[in-house]
């Protein structure tokens, strides 16, 4: 056997196709032809053609009623797109890899190749990699294994907080409360919950911040809570404008062991002017009084 | 003049020794009108006679006797009022002395207790002399040398120590009431300033204000300190959650590889033994030998084949 990738690929290539003289192709050979042309591509730097050679055996590998192999090729590949920097191709390689997963029925790896098809493309495409993550994230949730998916409800909200999308990275943290109470990690849970209420709260939106501390409250275990509590003065302080106090709790140590992105914010806070809410509580008042009713 | 004093002197000396004497015989000689005259008709004096006799001549010449004059000086002329006070004090202070020491020989403690009693109203009225002598011992008098002066204004001063030495039999009996005292007083609450609450008590001192201070600056350094425990503490309960967490969501993973790998585990066991099997089988020494008789009949029948071919 040369060691000439070009020559195997060639005759990989032969192999695979059906012509009058094969009737059937010869997978296997072909298989191992590619996979030999593609790591010795992918050792002279020769991306693109390491890439296709992959996808090849990949495809030989599936032939060959194999998914594992497949999909580990299609991974490679993936890896190698990304090398190329050809984005959308790298996202299509690692779904491909994923369902290969599926199909050998395990889906850590699926949600694996997900995620880190989703961490290449963010910076890129962050929208794809919104679409990635909730993809991974609802593959470990089928399966059960939420803990697992902490970590991708994390890069998810840092995501969304990058496109400014504060609704949607509160959404997704509130989210990844719920599935920290699934499987009873109550730290995580009170942290993502505090996170959703900064978030808010950056977004100065005090109004769904109350709502949403207010939501929080009804687990009876976050209102005891050291995250809890600081969620609760952070709003009092919101109310009453008190930017002192506010700077004050965004620099405690509650906040300090937050999410990255979440510290972020919180050392932000407070955006825009925090003019008490006193606003709203006098025209209550005043319906009070005139109405007589 | 003259003479006549010398005669006088001898006259006076003479009557000191006046005893046994022939006063007659001598007075008859000298005496003039306004005596007791002797009875010349029987020439004898009865005693009292001569004892009259006697006195009317010493007071005649008393003004002669120097001795006398002396002590007449001493005790005070009319003009020094201080001599005179300071005279009579001095006279009492050692009659009362006299008295004490009469009050403690005596046996009967009633005269005992009546003496002492007297002396103390003596001793009480000497003392309000004193006053009135300081006064007068400041006067001062005529022909009076400056070390009298002076000597006067100390015994002055004197007197009153003198006056208090005078034992009245106070000084033991002070002792025996104090036996009694402690038991009989109230216990009651201590105050360090004797009960005096005055503004000035609650007055802020330096002192208090200092301790104050440097309470606050200490309580405020622990604050700090304890902050920063604070802070730590949180840090590691927060990596303590976290772990903990962590731990909990490898456990099913495990367990996972823990099945896996038993799995696996059977199934090498398995192929192990159908490997001996087949190798057995295969490479059993039966066979081997077999395989080498017959390769050696082989060879043998290839060797005769070539041999008669050769030829």
């Given amino acids: 056997m040369s060691s000439d990738p070009d020559k195997l690929v060639a005759k990989a290539d032969k192999l695979t196709k059906l012509t009058l003289t094969r009737w059937s192709a010869d997978w296997r050979n072909a298989t191992l032809n590619y996979e030999q042309a593609a790591n010795a591509y992918r050792v002279a730097k020769k991306y693109e053609k390491s890439k296709d050679a992959f996808e090849k055996a990949s495809k030989g590998q599936e032939m060959l009623s194999s998914p594992w192999d497949a999909a580990k090729h299609m991974e490679s590949a993936a890896a190698l797109a990304k090398e190329?920097?050809?984005?959308?191709?790298?996202?299509?390689?690692?779904?491909?890899?994923?369902?290969?997963?599926?199909?050998?029925?395990?889906?850590?790896?699926?949600?694996?190749?997900?995620?880190?098809?989703?961490r290449v493309v963010e910076d890129h495409l962050p929208d794809v990699a919104v679409q990635l993550y909730t993809d991974a994230i609802s593959l470990l949730e089928e399966d059960d294994k939420d803990q697992m998916a902490f970590d991708l409800y994390r890069a998810?909200?840092?995501v969304h907080i990058k496109l400014e999308k504060y609704t949607d990275a509160a959404a997704a943290l509130l989210r990844l409360g719920l599935a920290a109470d699934k499987s009873n990690a109550t730290n995580s849970q009170f942290k993502a919950y505090l996170g959703a209420i900064i978030v808010y709260l950056y977004a100065h939106d005090v109004k769904a911040a109350e709502k949403c501390y207010n939501d929080c409250s009804q687990i009876p275990a976050f209102l005891g809570s050291d995250q809890g509590r600081c969620g609760s003065r952070l709003i009092s302080a919101y109310s009453e404008g008190a930017v002192e106090e506010i700077k004050r709790?965004?620099?405690?140590?509650?906040?300090?062991?937050?999410?990255?992105a979440i510290i972020k914010l919180g050392r932000k806070l407070p955006t825009g002017e925090v003019t008490a809410v006193k606003a709203g509580t006098e025209e209550g008042e005043g319906l009070d009084e005139n109405d007589l009713t | 003049a003259l003479l006549f004093a010398a005669l006088a002197k001898h006259k006076l000396r003479s009557r000191s020794t006046f005893s046994a004497q022939d006063p007659r015989a001598r007075l008859s000689r000298r005496s003039t009108g306004g005596l007791p005259r002797c009875n010349t008709e029987t020439g004898e004096m009865s005693v009292i006679d001569i004892l009259t006799r006697v006195d009317a001549i010493c007071n005649k010449y008393d003004k002669y006797d120097v001795e006398k004059q002396k002590n007449l000086?001493?005790?005070?002329?009319?003009?020094?009022?201080?001599?005179?006070?300071?005279?009579?004090?001095?006279?009492?202070?050692?009659?009362?002395?006299?008295?004490?020491?009469?009050?403690?020989?005596?046996?009967?403690?009633?005269?005992?207790?009546?003496?002492?009693?007297?002396?103390?109203?003596?001793?009480?009225?000497?003392?309000?002399e004193v006053p009135k002598l300081q006064r007068l011992a400041i006067k001062k008098v005529k022909g009076l040398s400056t070390e009298d002066f002076a000597a006067r204004n100390d015994l002055v001063l004197a007197l009153p120590d003198r006056i208090q030495a005078i034992p009245d039999g106070s000084a033991a009996a002070a002792k025996q009431p104090g036996g009694w005292g402690p038991s009989a007083s109230h216990t009651e609450i201590k105050f360090d300033s004797d009960g005096r609450f005055d503004d000035e008590y609650f007055q802020e001192s330096e002192q208090s204000n200092q301790f104050r201070q440097e309470h606050e600056t200490r309580k405020r350094r622990q604050d700090q300190g304890l902050e920063m425990i604070s802070e730590g503490l949180?840090?590691?309960?927060?990596?303590?959650?976290?772990?903990?967490?962590?731990l909990d969501r490898q456990v099913p993973l495990a367990d996972e590889i823990d099945s896996k790998v038993d799995k696996a585990a059977s199934d090498l066991k398995n192929t192990n033994i159908r490997l001996k099997h087949t190798v057995t089988q295969l490479r059993s020494s039966r066979n081997f030998c077999i395989d080498i008789v017959l390769l050696i009949i082989i060879l043998g029948i290839a060797a005769y084949l070539y041999n008669v071919l050769k030829k």
């Fill in chain 2, 234 to 246: 949180d840090t590691l309960k927060n990596m303590a959650h976290d772990m903990n967490e962590e």
């Fill in chain 1, 84 to 118: 190329l920097g050809n984005w959308n191709e790298v996202a299509d390689l690692y779904r491909r890899a994923s369902e290969l997963y599926v199909e050998c029925g395990r889906a850590q790896p699926a949600s694996d190749a997900l995620g880190k098809a989703a």
């Fill in chain 2, 73 to 128: 000086n001493v005790s005070g002329s009319g003009d020094d009022a201080f001599a005179r006070g300071y005279a009579a004090v001095d006279a009492e202070i050692e009659a009362a002395l006299e008295k004490a020491e009469l009050a403690s020989k005596e046996k009967s403690k009633a005269s005992t207790v009546a003496l002492n009693a007297e002396l103390r109203r003596t001793k009480a009225k000497l003392l309000e």
């Fill in chain 1, 249 to 260: 709790l965004a620099q405690s140590s509650t906040i300090s062991h937050l999410d990255h």
């Fill in chain 1, 156 to 158: 998810l909200t840092a």
